[in-house]
């Protein structure tokens, strides 16, 4: 088995868990930025990476999909498609990376699916992000793309809302609008892997419950709700593993508030006796 694996160039405890059971395994395993790939029409190798073919591995693990310009991003994922489109297997597949990224979409394609999200008003008009911020009160201003809880901004003042947004309409910036759901400030995260549901609930010193930002992991297993709401979040989405995030309003509702597709798993390594990156690699080998 010849494992390749997508990384953003820098250390990354994930990659070194994938890294370390793969060659347990006796697979040949090789890291490579998706920065410096290679593509070619008309002449082969077609597409390769550190002077390696990548038509020639049996998997692609995308890891990481670094930053950089939409041109940058477009063709990054361009390759995705097309080393797809040759046959290679790549995970997750690149149509789930794109859903997953754009947190418009991934939520749209829940709510249509019948799963639970916040209310969001997402618009290009300011007045229209004023009267949702009205109406709900308490919002959640995030970015349309991005991970990790950056760039998301709590907002309950009418002050701050206005400067808020007049920087938003300065940069020609999507308004993403979500009414805040109270939540002790404590979530659920459930790692899919397959039909594997592992979960952990995360608590912060703040409303941020991303472990990234200092949020603490904690056991949790979950109920069968909260299992079958993330293994279809995951199927709707397209991916073979993913990271859901489930919020508990006040009333005890349940909402899904994001769909990771390149989820890492320090955090909840640290709370669960399984083997995670051992999982992974078992979903892939027997998907």
């Given at each position: ?220 297993e979950p109920d069968e709700e909260s299992r079958e709401m993330a293994l279809k979040a995951a199927r709707v989405t397209g991916c073979e593993y993913a990271g859901v995030d ?42």
């Amino acid at each position: 088995m010849r494992l390749g694996i997508f990384t953003s160039g820098k250390p990354d405890w994930n990659v070194d868990r994938l890294r370390e059971e793969a060659v347990r395994r006796g697979w040949e395993c090789f890291e490579f930025p998706l920065q410096e790939v290679v593509a070619r029409l008309g002449e082969r190798p077609r597409v390769t990476c550190g002077g390696r073919d990548l038509e020639e591995f049996d998997l692609l693990l995308v890891r990481w999909v670094p930053k950089g310009s939409a041109e940058q991003l477009v063709f990054r994922m361009d390759v995705l498609h097309r080393l797809e489109n040759l046959g290679v297997r790549v995970v997750n597949p690149p149509s789930s990376i794109e859903r997953c990224a754009d947190k418009f979409y991934t939520n749209s394609l829940l709510e249509d699916a019948g799963l639970p999200v916040p209310p969001t008003v997402v618009t290009e008009k300011r007045a229209e992000a004023r009267k949702a911020f009205e109406r709900y009160g308490e919002v959640v201003v995030k970015p349309l793309f991005g991970s990790l809880g950056a760039g998301a901004l709590r907002v309950k003042e009418g002050d701050l809302a206005y400067r808020l947004f007049s920087v938003l309409e300065y940069g020609r910036s999507v308004y993403y609008v979500q009414k805040f759901i109270p939540h002790g400030n404590w979530d659920l995260r459930i790692l899919v892997v397959g039909e594997e549901a592992l979960g952990m609930r995360r608590v912060g010193s703040g409303w941020k419950t991303n472990v990234s930002a200092g949020a603490s992991p904690e056991p949790w297993e979950p109920d069968e709700e909260s299992r079958e709401m993330a293994l279809k979040a995951a199927r709707v989405t397209g991916c073979e593993y993913a990271g859901v995030d489930l919020l508990r309003g006040e009333g005890g509702e349940k909402y899904v508030v994001e769909v990771n597709a390149i989820p890492g798993w320090r955090g909840l390594q640290s709370v669960r006796k399984e083997n995670v990156a051992g999982l992974i690699l078992d979903h892939l080998v027997g998907g």
